[in-house]
């Protein structure tokens, strides 16, 4: 079993950072990585960034790539969300998952074990 927990969240104005942090228990290294969703309501969880727990290769949305970055402690089994930049858009609840090593990186079908998420609010 694998347990996933995330934090970080909060109230931001647009313009600014926020940073997540996901630590993760069990079988870590036996998949392809860990990876970052969000959701908003009404809409449809949508994938944000990956990272392998073995080379540190990344991979991020269009929509936050150059504003977001993807990294890991392996010691700590933790990975981190740096946001800068933020909008409004950017508002939703965020997830942190474990990839499972098959499918697309950017389906929520790829990933087996998920956090509880953490609010991340960006006002205008």
């Known amino acids: 079993q694998v347990h996933v927990v995330e934090s970080g969240g909060g109230l931001v104005q647009a313009g600014g950072s926020l940073r997540l942090s996901c630590t993760a228990s069990?079988?870590?290294?036996?998949?392809?990585?860990m990876g970052w969703f969000r959701q908003a309501p009404g809409k449809e969880r949508e994938f944000v960034a990956i990272?392998?727990?073995?080379?540190?290769?990344?991979y991020y949305a269009g929509s936050v790539k150059g504003r977001f970055t993807i990294s890991r402690d392996n010691a700590k089994n933790t990975v981190y969300l740096q946001m800068n930049s933020l909008k409004p858009e950017d508002t939703a609840v965020y997830y942190c998952?474990?990839?499972?090593?098959?499918?697309?990186?950017?389906?929520?079908?790829?990933?087996?074990?998920w956090g509880q998420g953490t609010q991340v609010t960006v006002s205008s």
């Open positions: 990272i392998t727990w073995s080379t540190g290769t990344t």
């Open positions: 069990g079988r870590t290294f036996s998949t392809n990585g």
């Open positions: 998952a474990r990839r499972s090593g098959l499918g697309s990186i950017g389906s929520t079908a790829a990933y087996d074990y």
